[in-house]
């Protein structure tokens, strides 16, 4: 079935987000000098920006540790911040006010591969041309002396190119290495998975997990995350080649070299990831990186009842298709979307599929699935193979949460996920979604169907204290119907301080005993994270 006629029930008349630039006819900056802290520039009134398709306007652009700043000749300035250049009470010159002679700054060396995207973006309208950066760094009608000049002038020619420079220099503050032939990257772990994969975009890859937007590398390793392409790409441990973690002592520990395998000692990289803070602290993260898929198709299918989507599900992964990505949503979800996004989805419980490979290959895939859902009572099955509309399809399902506050814009979310061995995941999601249609509470389900993992959002009012018990009450129940199907009590949320009592019946005595004392070897003092994970009763 063509997907367009079905498409227009997925739009929805959102308006689109603009960024605002603030403008200002700006004093010449005192010190435009290469920092690792972004230059303060002074203000004297307000201003426009001319057209800027008439004005070509020449930034100076000083590089360090992927920092910048940007100064304007003639025109008004484009101020990225107007923090201080540095704290007076720690010593270091230059702060708003400051008299001190010299602001020196620091210096780093520019990433060579920053220099590449800028002539990607500029052309040829930048230059390393040492007068021409001393110009744009010497200061101006000022007593100040500023040591360091700006690596790189560029003069882009319209807002997009700005923006374009701007991340890039942004993305290799966090980007500390990529390996394009090798297929990695090392990154801090303060950069978000999204911000990530833009970045990777031009070089034909990505990183391959997608947990729920605004998630950063470093939280995603603490909770051993995962997300819905785990079906095919497997989770966080799968994809993490090594750490550099600080330990409780303060020693800065590498976990394994960049080899893609080893069998070289203990496995520290898989014993931090997942650890959830309580060994050490991740200050560097080395990624497996793969190729953008050449082709993808995105299917969604309706069924009946859940039981029939979730055997679809099963039935599709023993079909022995590489499918990308397989979620459920039951109908309270759909519904949720619907009155957030103002859509008109069936309200009945759906699957959402991605298929990748060649062209050839995702529509061969997308057919065998289409008759495997035929065969179980699924109907409305629809496809998309246009970029914007696959992205539309699956924004509707990385705003699930979200949407689900339209219904009851008041409450709180108690979310929870288990993951059982997938031959259990549809008696798991029948019992628990006969359980949760009981209640009283609101409560949707949502489901990585493919490897056996589902989420259930539970709305409550947090003023209302039996409201609060019927929601932990209905994730005791699921935690404890998963353990007796040999499954988890989370398959990617991690333990925190919430399911720490459920660990003992999930793993037994004999385990906690056991990372309690890589616990107490790593951190004696327990000042990483106490109290989370490890339970306090557990000794030896």
Known sequence: MAFSS????????????????????????????????????????????????????????????????????????????????????????????????????????VPPELIEE?????????????????????????FHKAVNIPDVVVYPRSEEEVSKIVKSCNMHKRVKALHVEDMDVVVEPGIGWMELNEYLESYGLFFPLDPGPGATIGGMCATRCSGSLAVRYGTMRDNVINLKVVLADGEVMKTASRARKSAAGYDLTRLLIGSEGTLGVITEVTLRLQKLPQSSVVAMCNFPTIKDAADVA????????????????????????????????????????????????????????????????????????????????WKIRKEALWACFAMKPKFEAMITDVCVPLSHLAELISRSKQELDASPLTCTVIAHAGDGNFHVVVLFDPTKEEQRREAERLNHFMVHTALSMEGTCTGEHGVGTGKIKYLEKELGIENLRTMKRIKDALDPNNIMNPGKLISPHICF
């Not at 360090?64 to 201080?84: I, K, R």
């Not at 800028?118 to 000022?142: A, F, W």
């Not at 992964?317 to 397989?326: A, K, P």
Request: glycine share 6%; with cysteine; charged share 25%.
């Open 6 to 109: 079905f498409f227009s029930r997925l739009r929805s008349c959102s308006k689109p987000i603009c960024r605002n630039l603030r403008t200002s006819n700006f004093q010449r900056p005192h010190i435009p000098s290469s920092l690792t802290e972004p230059v303060t520039c002074s203000r004297k009134g307000q201003g426009t920006i001319p057209s800027w398709v008439a004005s070509l306007i020449p930034l100076a652009l000083a590089v360090s540790a992927g920092s910048l700043a940007l100064q304007s000749q003639n025109y008004p300035s484009l101020c990225l911040n107007d923090a201080p250049l540095s704290d007076p009470k720690s010593g270091k010159n230059g702060g708003k006010g400051s008299t001190d002679y010299v602001v020196k700054g620091s210096l780093r060396k």
């Open 118 to 142: 800028l002539k990607g973006i500029c052309q040829d309208n930048m230059t390393m041309d040492e007068d021409e950066r001393y110009v744009h760094g010497k200061p101006q009608n000022s």
């Open 314 to 393: 099963i039935a599709t992964m023993h079909s022995g298709i590489q499918v990308s990505r397989v979620e459920l949503l039951d109908e309270v979800q759909i519904r949720a979307i619907n009155l957030a996004n103002d859509k008109k989805l069936p309200e009945i419980p759906t699957l959402m599929f991605e298929f990748v490979g060649t062209e050839a290959y995702a529509r061969e895939q997308t057919q065998i699935v289409q008759k495997i859902a035929s065969e179980h009572y699924g109907s409305d099955f629809v496809f998309a193979e246009d970029s914007e509309e696959k992205k539309e399809l």
